[in-house]
Structure formats: structure tokens, C-alpha cells
């Protein structure tokens, strides 16, 4: 069974913070994903690896970054948090191949004050 | 790039109907498109897909058919129980989408009434 992790189910920052999420998958999978789902916008992907230390941008990487130093681990970063980064954040993940299909974590709710 | 319109946002069914989504996307050479369901305080998960060499696939009481000159597919659930209650995602991968990147609709809440 794929299992995708993510360090925090809620976590709550001031303005201006630097905010890190990490995800952990253990199925060797390639590609990773994070995304941002807020009521009535779906899943919005903001930046993707398809290999370690490989990243692109997604949909909205703006005031987002990524690192990817081991096969793994993908975290996303917010530099410097605003009230409108609140939002439930989903890393997912895809073993490269004839399958596209993504397997999610639970998700990390940020609150930014 | 590829965009994917989904609708109804909220569909009410009562318990033993059917209950259709439908999601239109852009790029005519877009190839494949799962479907994901989320239930309350969980993960999404795919619970069918279709690519588009295929019309129609089905999965007991789900079924998805795709019509690729009218650039939609639908998602199909018979025979709806309680435990179908969920938002539901469609999603489209666009012919250059590279490592297997998804577009997804903005989500189908489905409440079924007992």
C-alpha cells in the first residue's frame, strides 16, 4: 500500500512567517505534487518534481516554493505567509510509468493570522 | 494549457437514485481522466478512470463515459447509499502535460438522503 504522509494535519502561523510543509512517501515514486484546495476552486497544483532536486512550477507557484533533496521528501515553502495562503494543502505523489494515477496525503489545514 | 469545467457543485440524491456529474474540458487531445472522491476529513482517492481510446468503463455501481467530440465525460453512480456521500473531482491530462500533471475540476459535493 502507497502511504503519503504529511508532517502536520493543522497548523496555524502568524503573517510573515516562513512556513514549511513537508511530505514523506514510501513507495519510491518519481513525481510529486502539491497542491491547494479551497471550496468551490477544486485541486490547484502549485509546483510539481518529476525527480529529485527537479521541480516546476504549477497553476500558482506565487509566494510558494519547493525543495527536493531526497526521493522521498518534497516540501513546500512559503517564504513569508499571508492571510490569503490559509487553505488545506495536499502533497501527492505518482510512480513515473503507464499509470497516472496520484495517491494523496491527508492534507495539512494552514492558518495564517 | 488543458481546463476542466465540472458540474453540478452540489448534487442532493435520494438514497437508490442515480446521481450523474459532468465535466467538460478544453484541449481535444487531452488522453486520460479519473475520477477522485474525497470523503469528509479525508484524502482523495481514485475510484475510476478512463482513457480516450475507451467510450465507457465500469466499476460495479460506477460507471464513466466519455464523448470525446463533444469534450465531456461523466461520471455515473447507480443505485446511490449513504456511504456515496463525498466531493467528488474529475480531473483531464492534457496531451503536454508533462510527468503525469492533472487538471482538476472544482468539485462535485454529493449528499444522499436516506
Known amino acids: 500500500d502507497v502511504k503519503v504522509t504529511q508532517s502536520s494535519r493543522y497548523l496555524v502561523k502568524r503573517t510573515g512567517e516562513k512556513v514549511f510543509l513537508e511530505c514523506v512517501q514510501d513507495?519510491?515514486?518519481?513525481?510529486m505534487f502539491w497542491y491547494r484546495q479551497d471550496p468551490g476552486l477544486g485541486l490547484r497544483l502549485i509546483y510539481f518534481?518529476?525527480?529529485?532536486?527537479?521541480?516546476e512550477k504549477g497553476d500558482i507557484p506565487e509566494g510558494y516554493s519547493v525543495s527536493r533533496e531526497k526521493k522521498e521528501r518534497f516540501s513546500l515553502i512559503l517564504e513569508s505567509a499571508s492571510t490569503n495562503q490559509t487553505s488545506m494543502y495536499l502533497c501527492?505523489?505518482?510512480?513515473?510509468?503507464?499509470?497516472?494515477?496520484?495517491?494523496f496525503g491527508p492534507g495539512t489545514r494552514l492558518t495564517v493570522t | 494549457g488543458e481546463n476542466v469545467e465540472q458540474h453540478p457543485s452540489t448534487l442532493s440524491v435520494q438514497e437508490g437514485d442515480s446521481a450523474v456529474i459532468k465535466c467538460t474540458y478544453s484541449?481535444?487531445?487531452?488522453?486520460?481522466f479519473p475520477w477522485y472522491k474525497q470523503e469528509l476529513g479525508k484524502r482523495p482517492q481514485l475510484i475510476i478512470d478512463?482513457?480516450?481510446?475507451?467510450g465507457e468503463k465500469k466499476d460495479q455501481r460506477i460507471a464513466v463515459t466519455l464523448n470525446k467530440t463533444a469534450k465531456h465525460f461523466s461520471l455515473h453512480i447507480t443505485e446511490t447509499q449513504p456511504e456515496d456521500s463525498a466531493v467528488y473531482f474529475c480531473?483531464?491530462?492534457?496531451?503536454?502535460?508533462?510527468?503525469?500533471?492533472?487538471?482538476f475540476g472544482a468539485g462535485t459535493q454529493v449528499v444522499v438522503t436516506p
Open positions: 478512463i482513457r480516450s481510446n475507451v
Open positions: 501527492a505523489s505518482r510512480l513515473a510509468g503507464w499509470s497516472y494515477e496520484q495517491y
Open positions: 484541449d481535444s487531445a487531452s488522453n486520460y
Open positions: 513507495m519510491d515514486h518519481e513525481n
Open positions: 518534481s518529476y525527480d529529485v532536486k527537479m521541480k
Open positions: 480531473a483531464a491530462r492534457g496531451p503536454t502535460d508533462s510527468w503525469g500533471k492533472l487538471q
